[in-house]
């Protein structure tokens, strides 16, 4: 089965990414880099009780690196840090092609999977997730995916 790397809903988030926005008020915060495209990202979070209770993200690149931003930010809000990592690893199978998309888990998100036919592409779809992981940790340096 051949996937289209460039499905509608990829299209709309990278034109219109969601929550893409500086926060003032966030409690963490990590920058990304991929220097293999070129994609840049800032990812903001607001963590209250160990709950995302908010997360924004500012940023330049490509399709496939906004379109996962945006969509990682609108499947992160009210979620545990146990389940966000959970959900980077299972976003993480599916890009590089080790497991098929568990879209109970993933929902929309399980779009990406046709990124494991693009390995050059794999980097760019997990910029934000990376990101995601050293803010939840408090990792200081930025992050490159090199
Ligand atoms: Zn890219």
């Not at 995302?52 to 930010?73: E, L, N, Q, R, Y």
């Amino acid at each position: 089965m051949v996937h289209d790397l460039y499905q509608e809903i990829i299209l709309d988030h990278s034109k219109r990414p969601r929550n893409c926005h500086s926060m003032d008020d966030a409690t963490r915060q990590a920058d990304g880099y991929n220097p293999l495209c070129g994609d840049k990202l800032k990812l903001y979070l607001k963590m209250e009780d160990d709950i995302v209770k908010d997360v924004s993200f500012v940023g330049s690149g490509c399709a496939i690196s906004k379109a996962s931003a945006s969509m990682m930010t609108q499947a992160l809000k009210g979620k545990r840090t146990e389940e966000a990592e959970g959900l980077f690893e299972e976003f993480h199978s599916i890009v590089t092609g080790k497991r098929a998309a568990n879209t109970q888990v993933l929902g929309k998100l399980a779009v990406f999977s046709g990124v494991s036919e693009f390995p050059v592409r794999v980097k760019c779809a997990t910029l934000a997730w990376h990101a995601l992981h050293a803010a939840l940790h408090g990792q200081e340096q930025p992050v490159s995916t090199e």
